[in-house]
């Protein structure tokens, strides 16, 4: 009873309103924003101590047990390398195939927008990735920094484009 008035679809309206609220609510929680396809803008990118690949393309899935990214580069005598791994934001080691000299690779979210990678080799830090997604969600800038297969110093700064 309601002020008087017997209402028997209250309850079902309610319930039924409360069950389209929260499936509207969880609809809008923020997507990971490197979910994607994203490629190398190579004429707004700087190789040290180089040479630049020709192209590198990179994806990005979620999935039940975390980002899936899978990254082809084209190197410059024109032959591809593929690197597959998938990991959560929790700082944990993961496997990382395709990629001679790391191991595994750990990631940890700094901020909506910003993540960071951390390769490891014989559990010792060799790269890191900070990977920044600017607001509107199209363009994407990674500074990575470490040492490669041969120990020598890299420090890349790589722009992406999402693709369509």
Excluded at 111 to 129: F, I, N
Excluded at 131 to 140: E, F, H, N, S
Aim: hydrophobic residues 35%.
């Amino acid at each position: 009873m309601f002020h008087g008035l017997s209402l028997p679809w209250f309850g079902r309206s309610c319930t039924t309103l409360l069950v389209f609220l929260a499936i509207s609510c969880s609809q809008f929680q923020r997507a990971d924003p490197l979910v994607g396809t994203w490629t190398l803008n190579l004429q707004r990118s700087k190789f040290s101590p180089g040479p630049a690949p020709k192209n590198i393309t990179v994806t990005y899935e979620q999935t039940t047990n975390g980002l899936h990214v899978v990254s082809i580069v084209e190197l410059p005598d024109g032959s591809n390398n593929r690197s597959e791994y998938t990991a959560g934001y929790d700082g944990k080691d993961y496997p990382i195939t395709g990629v001679s000299a790391v191991e595994t690779v750990s990631m940890r979210q700094i901020d909506a927008l910003t993540t960071e990678r951390v390769d490891k080799k014989a559990g010792q830090r060799v790269q890191s990735y900070m990977r920044q997604v600017y607001a509107d969600g199209k363009t994407m800038v990674v500074t990575q920094k470490g040492t490669d297969d041969t120990g020598s110093p890299i420090e890349n700064v790589m722009t992406f484009d999402k693709k369509a």
